[in-house]
Nanobody
Framework: VQLQASGGGLVQAGGSLRLACAAS????????MGWFRQAPGKDRECVAA????????YYGSSVKGRFTISRGNAKNTVYLQMNGLLAEDTAVYYC???????????????????WGQGTLVTVSS
């Protein structure tokens, strides 16, 4: 599975960014997608993901109400809309994928076998 993340950049606090992740089209229907982030010196954190129960979504407590995960019109694309960005949102953001049959905890990065290359989001205060 090939994942390609894009859309990171520098933004002022309070601003917005939209990240995109394109997956290998042939396998996309068999995958659940998610977004993680990792700040310097911190563990990789799940910020948003589609749950194994179909269309349900998970959001980390620090981003709930500000970030939205969605699927694009191109069926192999997933987005992360980030609004109201804070300095503490600064991190490398990764898209991740796992099989629809994977029932492991969403928040555990070890349960996500496929990763994109990461895109840096920097929020200036």
């Amino acid at each position: 599975v090939q994942l390609q993340a894009s859309g990171g950049g520098l933004v002022q606090a309070g601003g917005s960014l939209r990240l995109a992740c394109a997956a290998s089209e042939r396998t996309f229907s068999q995958l659940r997608m998610g977004w993680f982030r990792q700040a310097p010196g911190k563990d990789r954190e799940c910020v948003a993901a589609f749950t194994w129960r179909g269309e349900g979504t998970y959001y980390g407590s620090s981003v709930k109400g500000r970030f939205t995960i969605s699927r694009g019109n191109a069926k192999n694309t997933v987005y992360l809309q980030m609004n109201g960005l804070l300095a503490e949102d600064t991190a490398v953001y990764y898209c991740a994928a796992r099989s629809t049959t994977n029932l492991g905890a969403i928040t555990n990065a070890d349960n996500w076998p496929y990763w994109g290359q990461g895109t840096l989001v920097t929020v200036s205060s």
